[in-house]
Nanobody, 125 residues
Framework: QVQLVESGGGLVQTGGSLRLSCEAS????????MGWFRQAPGKEREFVAG????????YYADSVKGRFTISRDNAKNTLYLQMNSLKAEDTAVYYC??????????????????WGQGTQVTVSS
């Protein structure tokens, strides 16, 4: 099973930027559909962004469109989430996830079989 480790979280001011990284173990990263999810205090975990195995297709939650960019570097086994114009409502624990299926609905958590430990993003208001 692939191991996923997020990094890059921290405390930032409203309007600031962060880049999250998710490093995957193994030799099959390039075959996985990947996604970012987040869980804010008192709320359910929600979809943020997804990306196809090649990186050719991306999909975003409406709440982050135009502000966040998901990308991947398959040669480095790494998934990224560039977050700009951060808002207080972006405060959450951010998780990366990998799907072993060749075709999935990005937004459905049940399609993802491996999850990272999460990294905290706190945006001051």
């Amino acid at each position: 099973q692939v191991q996923l480790v997020e990094s890059g979280g921290g405390l930032v001011q409203t309007g600031g930027s962060l880049r999250l990284s998710c490093e995957a173990s193994g030799r099959t990263f390039a075959t996985y559909v990947m996604g970012w999810f987040r869980q804010a205090p008192g709320k359910e975990r929600e979809f943020v962004a997804g990306i196809s195995s090649s990186g050719g297709s991306t999909y975003y939650a409406d709440s982050v469109k135009g502000r966040f960019t998901i990308s991947r570097d398959n040669a480095k086994n790494t998934l990224y989430l560039q977050m700009n114009s951060l808002k207080a409502e972006d405060t959450a624990v951010y998780y990366c996830a990998a799907s072993y299926y060749s075709s999935i609905y990005y937004t459905r958590q049940s399609y993802y079989g491996a999850w990272g430990q999460g990294t905290q993003v706190t945006v001051s208001s």
